[in-house]
């Protein structure tokens, strides 16, 4: 089963306001959770590193005031897309590792649409 | 930076043949992953690689990896319509969970 779970599944929102993703680790604690993103027919990104307690650490060239995360839990990570335009429309999977022999579990996804 | 790469793209194979997709990266790395992705779906798990000359298989598919060459292949026997799919490679340099992708396979198996 799921193990890790992602709210929304898809969301259509207007250009410039935001929107929340959570991740939640259904039965493990994740001190750390990933962030990734996939536009059509490409690979995934990863976007940036959530750190339960402590500040996001970005990847090179991703916005840290546009995709705002917060990990206030050791189950829950929330992405906020903040002044969502056209070009954010995007696949966002979130991700953990139950340990370090453990696949990176990812959760169902969630299909951003601004329009 | 490191880079993976995936060969072929796309593959399009008859039900019943074999085929193998490869992986090649550019760093030193002991862990590799692969995964399925279906459309419009996240990605499914296939195989944890962890070590040098690791080969695993669950059903028609059989990974294994290569440290030395840095290389990964995946391979598929007797292919059925339910493996078409699209398949990733991805890396973690000892980095636990910041992967790199390849570019990905879209496997279509034709009757």
């Known amino acids: 089963g799921a193990v890790v779970s992602q709210h929304p599944s898809w969301v259509i929102c207007k250009s410039g306001t935001s929107v929340k993703i959570e991740c939640r680790s259904l039965?493990?604690?994740?001190?750390?959770m990933f962030w990734y993103r996939q536009f059509p027919k490409q690979s995934l990104m990863l976007m940036a590193t959530?750190?339960?307690?402590?500040?996001?650490?970005?990847e090179q060239g991703v916005e840290k005031d546009k995709f705002l995360i917060n990990h206030a839990s050791l189950t829950l990570s929330t992405l906020t897309v903040t002044s969502a335009h056209p070009e954010d429309s995007s696949f966002y999977i979130c991700?953990?590792?139950?340990?370090?022999?453990?696949?990176?579990?990812f959760g169902n996804g969630t299909r951003l649409t601004v329009t | 930076e490191l880079k993976v790469e995936q060969n072929p793209l796309f593959l399009s194979m008859q039900e019943g043949k074999n085929y193998t997709i490869y992986c090649n990266y550019s760093?030193?790395?002991?862990?590799l992953y692969w995964y399925r992705q279906d459309p419009g779906k996240s990605l499914e798990s296939l195989f944890v690689?962890?070590?040098?000359?690791a080969v695993k298989q669950e059903g028609r598919l059989m990974a294994s990896l290569d440290t030395k060459a840095r290389l990964s292949t995946l391979h598929i026997t007797a292919a059925v319509h339910d493996l078409s799919a699209t398949y990733f490679c991805?890396?973690?340099?000892?980095?636990?969970?910041?992967?790199?992708f390849g570019q990905g396979t879209i496997l279509t198996v034709h009757p």
């Open positions: 760093t030193t790395s002991d862990r």
């Open positions: 991805a890396v973690d340099p000892r980095e636990y969970g910041k992967l790199t």
């Open positions: 690689l962890l070590s040098n000359g």
């Open positions: 991700s953990a590792m139950r340990d370090a022999d453990s696949p990176l579990h």
């Open positions: 959530s750190n339960e307690g402590s500040k996001a650490t970005y």
């Open positions: 039965d493990f604690q994740a001190t750390t």
